[in-house]
């Protein structure tokens, strides 16, 4: 099992960013995914999660309605659309396997003015 994300970076509080998620070593399309994030001095907290077939998704309170969770099955590839960012948005971002204790590195999510 491994995953590699990417496309994190330093924006503007009110700004986008879409993470992606790289996903090999499994049967992608029969895992539910998730992602996690860490900020500095924190725990690591469930952001967002999807279904194996991609038609469920679930989010914390403190991204619903912000961030969106999607999949690409064809592409082993999960994604994370994160629009109107906050300084509080500021961590390492970490996808995963459900049932799996593999990480990836993680990609930095800095939302600083």
């Known amino acids: 099992v491994q995953v590699v994300e990417s496309g994190g970076g330093l924006v503007q509080p009110g700004g986008s960013l879409r993470l992606s998620c790289a996903a090999s070593g499994f049967t992608f399309s029969a895992y539910a995914m998730d992602w996690f994030r860490q900020a500095p001095g924190k725990e690591r907290e469930l952001v967002a999660s999807i279904t194996p077939d991609g038609y469920t998704t679930n989010y914390a309170n403190s991204v619903a309605g912000r961030f969106t969770i999607s999949r690409d099955n064809a592409k082993n590839t999960v994604y994370l659309q994160m629009n109107s960012l906050k300084p509080e948005d500021t961590a390492v971002y970490y996808c995963?396997?459900?049932?799996?204790?593999?990480w990836g590195q993680g990609t930095q999510v800095t939302v600083s003015s």
């Open positions: 995963k396997r459900r049932n799996s204790q593999n």
